[in-house]
């Protein structure tokens, strides 16, 4: 009884750390000031704007416009980079391994607190709430389609901190070369991912290719299940779950194995 007892405080105190820590880095988002913030939103909204000309142009179709719209709203779940690699140059990922928590729930903690909870209510909604009016249905294809694409949304996330916690990981075997790993993989999800150019607008070939890589579970999958593109939402849901074990495996694999250089590098 003592046992369980135990196990369930310490369930209880990881998660008040979580909690604590994404309170935290959500109120630090405007340390910087308005305009720091700002300055980002409405990057983000330029490259949207710019995008949708460009498929209207096209003729590409209402899925599409959608497709973009959410793509932009999710773009942090999406495109996940968490405070993992950054910690590295800045010297601060000694500290977090004196937190009450796994030092991946901190990057995880940080992530949602600082990016996601912000970029969603400042950006986020007000965007998803203003595409009526500009011509863009914000709905999914269906209530069925909506579902099924928030478990993906979810599935895609796990992997994205599966693949971010790779490249910090990778990043611990170029020494200084931090940003090089940064550059790389923005590269890399850019053309592999289909947040910003979706697959359809690729020959088939290159679209069944580039859909069933893991990069292509974390974009396109969530997207055309939502807008109803996808041709078999099952087998979307089932290849990112087979992602995500393999994926979280090597993560934790290569990333126990990088800690001992990862801590000599950041203290």
Request: with cysteine; aromatic share 16%.
């Given at each position: 009884m003592n046992q369980k007892k135990n196990i369930l405080s310490g369930y209880g105190s990881l998660l008040k750390a979580i909690r604590s820590t994404?309170?935290?880095?959500?109120?630090?988002?405007?340390?910087?000031?308005?305009?720091?913030?700002?300055?980002?939103?409405?990057?983000?909204?330029?490259q949207f704007v710019m995008l949708i000309f460009i498929w209207k142009s096209l003729n590409q179709g209402?899925?599409?416009?959608?497709?973009?719209?959410?793509a932009t709203i999710l773009h942090q779940e999406l495109n996940i980079i968490s405070p993992a690699t950054s910690s590295l140059w800045e010297g601060s990922v000694i500290g977090r391994f004196l937190r009450p928590m796994p030092v991946e729930a901190s990057f995880i903690?940080?992530?949602?607190?600082?990016?996601?909870?912000?970029?969603?209510?400042?950006?986020?909604?007000?965007?998803?709430?203003?595409?009526?009016?500009i011509g863009i249905s914000p709905w999914p294809a269906s209530l069925?389609?909506?579902?099924?694409?928030?478990?993906?949304?979810?599935?895609?996330?796990?992997?994205?901190?599966?693949i971010d916690l790779i490249f910090a990981s990778f990043a611990m075997h170029l020494k200084n070369g931090c940003f090089a790993a940064l550059a790389i993989r923005e590269a890399?999800?850019?053309?592999?991912?289909?947040?910003?150019?979706?697959?359809?607008?690729?020959?088939?070939?290159?679209?069944?290719?580039?859909?069933?890589?893991?990069?292509?579970?974390?974009?396109?999958?969530?997207?055309?299940?939502?807008t109803g593109l996808a041709d078999n939402p099952g087998f979307v849901l089932g290849l990112q779950v087979f992602w995500n074990l393999t994926i979280w495996t090597g993560a934790i694999l290569f990333f126990r194995?990088?800690?001992?250089?990862?801590i000599s590098f950041g203290g």
């Open positions: 994404m309170l935290i880095c959500t109120k630090q988002i405007f340390d910087g000031g308005f305009l720091f913030v700002a300055g980002g939103y409405m990057i983000q909204a330029v209402e899925e599409l416009l959608t497709y973009t719209l959410m903690a940080e992530t949602i607190g600082k990016w996601w909870i912000p970029n969603f209510l400042f950006f986020g909604l007000p965007l998803w709430l203003l595409a009526p009016f069925h389609h909506g579902i099924l694409a928030f478990i993906s949304l979810l599935l895609a996330a796990s992997l994205g901190f599966a890399i999800f850019a053309l592999l991912s289909g947040e910003m150019i979706p697959f359809t607008l690729f020959p088939k070939a290159v679209e069944t290719i580039f859909s069933l890589m893991p990069l292509g579970s974390i974009g396109h999958g969530p997207l055309t299940i939502y194995k990088s800690k001992e250089r990862m």
